[in-house]
């Protein structure tokens, strides 16, 4: 009888301490991916393809890192620059290329990252508000699930994906 006692309350004991673990674990994981002003998210090498100036959309491209321990889901994008931006993916079928629209793009956690990138994945960037040429800097924000967003800017650049400036039609 007294050892089941013993056995009975290092079990008891064992149990509290899991519970205490998984709550304190489930809060932090509640704190981290919140959608607060703390993000686990971030972007980088974000820059916009310049087009003709009676272009009606235009391709934007940018890394997305998650440094969080849930994927996270791009789910569309806005900016003043821009009457609408919607997610696209670049494929190839048949030998035809084509741009399908996409709802949404994940981002896997633990420092998964995805390429928005020339012939992948982008975003079609719709009616420009104002004239976009190279040397231009444009803010986006970007949205994800969970009411989460992350604003960044993005240089618009040349087909070549460098900046210049113009100046009465003279390049320097």
């Not at 009888?1 to 519970?19: D, H, K, P, T």
């Not at 003709?52 to 996270?72: C, D, F, Q």
């Amino acid at each position: 009888m007294r050892r089941c006692n013993v056995v009975c309350r290092i079990i008891f004991l064992e149990l509290n301490m899991l519970a205490r673990y998984l709550f304190s674990l489930i809060v932090g994981l509640g704190a981290v991916d919140s959608g607060g002003a703390e993000t686990t998210l971030s972007v980088h090498s974000a820059w916009i393809r310049e087009a003709p100036p009676n272009a009606t959309a235009l391709a934007g491209y940018l890394t997305i890192e998650n440094h969080g321990v849930i994927p996270r889901i791009l789910i569309g994008a806005k900016s003043a620059e821009f009457g609408s931006i919607e997610i696209h993916r670049s494929i190839v079928k048949n030998d035809v290329a084509s741009m399908v629209r996409q709802k949404s793009v994940s981002i896997p956690p633990a420092g998964g990252q995805v390429d928005l990138k020339p012939n992948g994945w982008h975003l079609m960037m719709l009616a420009p508000t104002v004239p976009l040429r190279a040397g231009k800097m444009v803010t986006v924000t970007l949205k994800f699930n969970g009411d989460e967003s992350v604003t960044t800017t993005m240089p618009v650049r040349n087909a070549g994906g460098t900046v210049t400036t113009h100046h009465d039609g003279h390049h320097h």
